[in-house]
């Protein structure tokens, strides 16, 4: 039986402008997302988003991952890692190719500034963490603290169709690489980089006059609308873990509405 809607508690990670923090706070306020947002935590002081938040009285919390790349080695090993740090390092799929030692600096540096955003997390008890330009990786450690194997409660935003150009620059390696469109991603977060279950793409054209700022501003506008729809997804209780024919989990979008939302986006991005 599907659940019936609730209002969820969000916590949103940002790192830069923000733009997709305000997208959901302006549903919200529009009464079209079934939300509140606890609270903004961003790991960089001087993002744009924190003042979007303030402004709509949100409140704000900074972690900067930058003071745990101040620390030797040895200082790291002494602080207060958690009991499963080892069996984090055995899990962990986002650093490849590295030596097992500089595997261990860099996920303890991580970990230790996870530490920070988890015991700010806490007491809030959010629904769901939302990433929405947050630039740090996400250790299995945190994503622990959130994912089971039937439910998964951290989503990000990607710019691309993803499997392809997962990473930090999904509109620029769509650009590079010729593609005739390009597209954005909702999915949840799992161990991998870019890897978790997709809830949702959307996709729109590169026409051969189009440089990479058109085709991101093109993204954007679709950013802002799929990814707050695929919240109200989940607080509708219109999202369902399944597995696929590998093993691996899938999304199936419960909303008949869905196939429409989908079709009006993509209109939108072909009117030129």
């Given at each position: 039986m599907k659940e019936k809607t609730k209002k969820l508690k969000l916590a949103v990670l940002i790192s830069g402008g923000g733009t997709n923090l305000q997208a959901m706070i302006d549903h919200i306020e529009a009464g079209k997302l079934d939300a509140e947002i606890s609270v903004v935590v961003s790991n960089n002081p001087d993002a744009d988003g924190l003042i979007r938040a303030q402004k709509h009285g949100v409140p704000t919390a900074i972690v900067d991952y930058r003071n745990y790349g101040k620390k030797s080695l040895p200082e790291i090993v002494k602080g207060t890692l958690p009991k499963e740090f080892d069996?984090?390092?055995?899990?962990?799929?986002?650093?490849?190719?590295?030596?097992?030692?500089?595997?261990?600096?860099?996920?303890?540096?991580?970990?230790?500034?996870?530490?920070?955003?988890?015991?700010?997390?806490?007491?809030?008890?959010?629904?769901?963490?939302?990433?929405?330009?947050f630039m740090r990786l996400i250790s299995p450690y945190f994503i622990g603290h959130y994912n089971t194997k039937d439910r998964y409660r951290i989503m990000n935003i990607h710019p691309a169709l993803l499997p392809a150009f997962p990473g930090t620059d999904g509109y620029g390696d769509s650009f590079s690489y010729g593609c005739r469109f390009g597209g954005v991603t909702v999915h949840f977060v799992d161990e991998g980089e870019d890897t978790g279950p997709i809830i949702a793409q959307a996709i729109y054209p590169i026409w051969?006059?189009?440089?990479?700022?058109?085709?991101?501003?093109?993204?954007?506008?679709?950013?802002?609308?799929?990814?707050?729809?695929?919240?109200?997804w989940m607080a509708q209780g219109d999202l369902k873990l399944v597995s696929g024919e590998d093993g691996r989990p899938q999304v199936r979008i419960l909303d008949p509405k869905y196939p429409k939302f989908i079709e009006q986006l993509t209109q939108q991005a072909f009117s030129r």
């Open positions: 069996e984090v390092v055995n899990r962990q799929r986002i650093y490849s190719g590295l030596p097992d030692g500089e595997v261990k600096d860099r996920l303890a540096r991580l970990v230790l500034a996870e530490q920070e955003v988890l015991a700010l997390l806490k007491p809030l008890n959010p629904d769901l963490i939302c990433l929405a330009g051969p006059e189009d440089t990479v700022e058109v085709i991101r501003k093109r993204g954007l506008e679709l950013e802002y609308a799929i990814y707050s729809q695929s919240i109200q």
